[in-house]
């Protein structure tokens, strides 16, 4: 049982920056893919990849690159999202998730609001 818990979400001002962390129960965070997706408000809003790291290297969505940075610490069992220069647009819940074979784990979500 893999259990994953993000926290660092808030209010930000445009142009600021927030690091996200999410933290992964078992023995298996080392050697699983990893990554953060968003649901922005509103209706028909799917939740969208926002980046991923799996052993073929690290891959953003077009909207984040050159702002979003992903990465790991395994010793510590945890994924992180550094957000910079965020933007209204990047308003949305956003989730950690990890995938297995045959089965992806997801965090609960933590709220990520830009605004003035």
Do not use: H
Not at 77 to 104: F, H, R, W
């Amino acid at each position: 049982q893999v259990r994953l818990v993000e926290s660092g979400g808030g209010l930000v001002q445009p142009g600021g920056s927030l690091r996200l962390s999410c933290v992964a129960s078992g023995s298996i965070f080392s050697e699983s893919a990893v990554g953060w997706y968003r649901q922005a408000p509103g209706p028909g809003k799917q939740r969208e990849l926002v980046a991923a790291i799996n052993s073929g290297g690290s891959r953003y969505a077009d909207s984040v690159k050159g702002r979003f940075t992903i990465s790991r610490d395994n010793a510590k069992n945890t994924m992180y999202l550094q957000m910079n220069n965020l933007k209204p647009e990047d308003t949305a819940v956003y989730y950690c998730s990890l995938a297995t074979i045959g089965y992806d784990y997801w965090g609960q979500g933590t709220q990520v609001t830009v605004s003035s």
